[in-house]
């Protein structure tokens, strides 16, 4: 009988994070700017993208 190899992906445990401190921060700035879930959204889809855009232009 044949053995099946699994492949395994080494994804970084830090970057996992990041991405979703990232989103969660910009959906929270987002959200107390302009009280809309959809702007909310799209600005977590952005995440750290749309947090410097906020911090360079508040």
Do not use: D, Q
């Not at 970057?15 to 979703?20: D, L, M, R």
Request: glycine share 6%; no cysteine.
């Amino acid at each position: 009988m044949k053995e099946r190899k699994e492949k395994k992906f080494n994804v970084p445990v830090g970057s996992k994070g990041a991405i979703t401190f990232g989103s969660a921060l910009a959906i929270t700035i987002s959200w107390s700017i302009h009280k809309s879930i959809l702007w909310a959204i799209i600005h977590g889809f952005f995440s750290w993208f749309y947090v410097i855009y906020y911090i360079l232009t508040r």
